[in-house]
């Protein structure tokens, strides 16, 4: 089992920043990839990003492309996404996901996560 706690978001004006973390309970954080996805009202859950295990490989979505910066530290078991160059069409709700499969495979579906956190609401101003 393993317990994800988001933190980090809020308002913000178009052009701003945020930096979201996701602390994970237990020994294994190592063991996983990590993902961060995002749901806006009335929208599916969208893949935004993913880290490998080690941290050495990276993908994106497109739209954040140059903005967006997945990372993690695995000695205080937390992934970060550091979000720039905000836009209102980046408001919605992010989660983190930890992906025990790694970094293979379509890491773009929501089911092929394991557990996931309750979210952190990310709101971006025009």
């Known amino acids: 089992q393993v317990q994800l706690v988001e933190s980090g978001g809020g308002l913000v004006q178009a052009g701003g920043s945020l930096r979201l973390s996701c602390a994970a309970s237990?020994?294994?954080?190592?063991?996983?990839?990590m993902g961060w996805f995002r749901q806006a009202p009335g929208k599916e859950r969208e893949f935004v990003a993913v880290?490998?295990?080690?941290?050495?490989?990276?993908s994106y979505t497109d739209s954040v492309k140059g903005r967006f910066t997945i990372s993690r530290d695995n000695s205080k078991n937390t992934v970060y996404l550091q979000m720039n160059s905000l836009n209102p069409e980046d408001t919605a709700v992010y989660y983190c996901?930890?992906?025990?499969?790694?970094?293979?495979?379509?890491?773009?579906?929501?089911?092929?996560?394991?557990?996931w956190g309750q979210g952190t609401q990310v709101t971006v101003s025009s």
């Open positions: 880290i490998s295990r080690s941290g050495s490989s990276t």
């Open positions: 237990g020994r294994t954080f190592s063991a996983y990839a």
């Open positions: 996901a930890t992906r025990w499969r790694g970094y293979s495979g379509n890491y773009l579906l929501p089911s092929t996560y394991d557990y």
